[in-house]
């Protein structure tokens, strides 16, 4: 193996390791990442929320005892991925270890840190992004019609972890039409990759046809309750911030294929850029849905800007890589919990950036930390504390209680500690857990765990006899903090017949009839 590639597999090992040396040990796993691995539980080829792919990673996590290292496994080892295809595509170009070198910096002192530490759909997008414009560019550089076919592997594959993917194809596409690479579509070889692709996706298309396009219920539920609040300048200034430490570097890389005579075969990539972010832009995309478009750009910049400085200024080298390092170090508190949450919040008001844009959640107000840090503390506590409702409870009325949370988090969380915790299975008909919903019941008690009380037209929680608030969990920088544990009590013959015909007519919208 020559010099740049052991640099490589070396970098991909630092990278990979780096994250669970950093994030302090009080944190607990995202809330998200609770539904991952729930979803592992129910194997199927899709779920209401993501493609399957995510929840196959998590049934081997779960096989292997779902601790924080087997749940953060996977972003790590697919993150260390992203950066080997990034370094071939360097050396590809007849790049050396400078230019790796300057590729690393943004897996350790940008987004990309945070990114490819959550065990969510998103480190997979990036992955597969950067795996499709990988795989064109190869065959650009060699004509192989097998770069075609992992081309449409990826593609298929990518389909099966996040949707988004289909966006950054979309954008190959026009973007090949306006290259002289447009004769790429006079090659069958192209048009069997694609038939792969679908042959891959098929079980997943299939499965959304069979469940009426549950896909299509999402976006429409993402875009009322999230994406309209986007505006499209935040989403074009946020593509600078995201990577704040080294934009100079993607900057460059865009350049390169854009305008240089050198990167002129790679125009495809500069176009692909543009599409992609004028696509997201129009959509109200968030920030981060852009992600994957940036691996390939730092790879020609580095590339480009080890080419500029290898005869002239070569003291920019030095700039190039101080820049990012002392930057990177100082926002780190911002890209991974490092410290314990009171110290983070102290921090950041010390610092005075806490009414920045890191710290408006989706409630469109500004908190003390960043959303997906107060969604990594407060379950084990909660947990605990429904556990130990359920167990005050005699021994027959336990046999009788069902466990209820208004929120998948929620119940992915108590799932995720029943067993240590001596809880039943945790019910819930928020997401994907609706699916697991039984279709017969057979209880007189319930444990309902939601932030608020039942509504007075919530025919369920009529049927009991007694309700009673049992305990609450009071952590100001918990993003669930206030949620009650509420015990109801004695409900009448009424309550199966009416919990089976209320579980039936919410699963019938995604049963084709």
């Keep these: 193996m020559n010099t740049p590639l052991r640099l490589i597999y070396l970098l991909a090992l630092i990278r990979f390791i780096l994250p669970f040396f950093l994030v302090h040990p009080f944190y607990e796993l995202h809330r998200d990442e609770y539904l991952y691995l729930a979803e592992a539980r129910h194997l199927a080829w899709g779920f209401l929320e993501v493609p399957p792919m995510l929840s196959f990673m998590a049934w081997i996590s779960n096989a292997f005892g779902a601790s924080i290292f087997w749940v953060k496994f996977w972003p790590a080892l697919i993150g260390s991925c992203t950066f080997i295809l990034m370094g071939r595509i360097i050396v590809s170009l007849g790049g050396r270890a400078f230019a790796i070198l300057l590729a690393f910096l943004p897996f350790v002192f940008t987004g990309y840190i945070r990114l490819f530490y959550y065990f969510h759909p998103n480190f997979l997008d990036v992955?597969?992004?950067?795996?499709?414009?990988?795989?064109?560019?190869?065959?650009?550089?060699?004509?192989?019609?097998?770069?075609?076919y992992v081309f449409g592997i990826s593609v298929g594959l990518g389909m099966l972890s996040k949707y988004s993917v289909a966006f950054y194809t979309a954008s190959i596409v026009v973007a090949l039409l306006l290259t002289k690479d447009r004769k790429i579509f006079l090659n069958k070889h192209l048009y069997l990759s694609a038939a792969v692709a679908l042959l891959i996706m098929l079980p997943n298309i299939l499965w959304q046809y069979n469940h009426n396009f549950p896909l299509i219920a999402h976006m429409e539920e993402l875009k009322e309750e999230q994406l309209q609040f986007n505006n499209p300048l935040d989403f074009l200034k946020d593509q600078l911030m995201m990577f704040l430490p080294c934009v100079f570097i993607w900057l460059a890389g865009l350049y390169f294929t854009a305008f240089?005579?050198?990167?002129?075969?790679?125009?495809?990539?500069?176009?692909?850029?543009?599409?992609?972010?004028?696509?997201?832009?129009?959509?109200?995309?968030?920030?981060?849905?852009?992600?994957?478009?940036?691996?390939?750009?730092?790879?020609?910049?580095?590339?480009?800007?080890?080419?500029?400085?290898?005869?002239?200024?070569?003291?920019?080298?030095?700039?190039?890589?101080?820049?990012?390092?002392?930057?990177?170090?100082?926002?780190?508190?911002?890209?991974?919990?490092?410290?314990?949450?009171?110290?983070?919040?102290?921090?950041?008001?010390?610092?005075?950036?806490?009414?920045?844009?890191?710290?408006?959640?989706?409630?469109?107000?500004?908190?003390?930390?960043?959303?997906?840090?107060?969604?990594?503390?407060?379950?084990?506590?909660?947990?605990?504390?429904?556990?130990?409702?359920?167990?005050?409870?005699?021994?027959?009325?336990?046999?009788?209680?069902?466990?209820?949370?208004?929120g998948y988090f929620?119940?992915?969380?108590?799932?995720?500690?029943?067993?240590?915790?001596?809880?039943?299975?945790?019910?819930?008909?928020?997401?994907?857990?609706?699916?697991?919903?039984?279709?017969?019941?057979?209880?007189?008690?319930?444990?309902?765990?939601?932030?608020?009380?039942?509504?007075?037209?919530?025919?369920?929680?009529?049927?009991?006899?007694?309700?009673?608030?049992?305990?609450?969990?009071?952590?100001?920088?918990?993003?669930?903090?206030?949620?009650?544990?509420?015990l109801f009590e004695n409900g009448n013959d009424s309550l199966r017949s009416i919990t089976e015909r209320g579980v039936a007519a919410l699963k019938a919208r995604f049963q084709r009839k």
């Design 410 to 486: 929620t119940a992915g969380a108590l799932n995720y500690h029943a067993k240590k915790l001596g809880l039943p299975e945790v019910y819930s008909d928020n997401a994907s857990f609706l699916f697991w919903m039984p279709e017969k019941y057979d209880f007189k008690h319930l444990i309902l765990v939601g932030k608020r009380m039942p509504d007075a037209d919530d025919i369920v929680f009529q049927q009991f006899e007694k309700v009673t608030i049992k305990d609450s969990i009071h952590y100001p920088l918990f993003r669930e903090t206030g949620m009650k544990i509420i």
């Design 260 to 406: 240089t005579s050198e990167g002129k075969p790679y125009r495809t990539v500069a176009f692909t850029y543009l599409f992609v972010i004028a696509l997201l832009t129009y959509m109200n995309g968030k920030s981060y849905y852009a992600a994957g478009a940036y691996p390939v750009l730092f790879a020609f910049g580095a590339f480009y800007l080890e080419k500029i400085t290898t005869t002239k200024a070569k003291f920019l080298r030095y700039v190039f890589v101080v820049i990012p390092v002392a930057f990177g170090s100082l926002i780190m508190p911002l890209l991974l919990p490092i410290m314990k949450p009171q110290e983070l919040a102290d921090w950041y008001k010390k610092k005075e950036i806490n009414t920045t844009g890191s710290f408006k959640w989706e409630d469109q107000q500004y908190h003390p930390l960043p959303q997906d840090f107060a969604d990594m503390i407060g379950w084990r506590e909660l947990a605990e504390k429904t556990a130990a409702v359920y167990k005050s409870l005699p021994d027959s009325q336990q046999q009788k209680t069902m466990i209820y949370c208004r």
């Design 127 to 148: 992955f597969f992004w950067t795996l499709n414009v990988y795989a064109l560019i190869r065959y650009i550089q060699t004509s192989k019609n097998s770069w075609l």
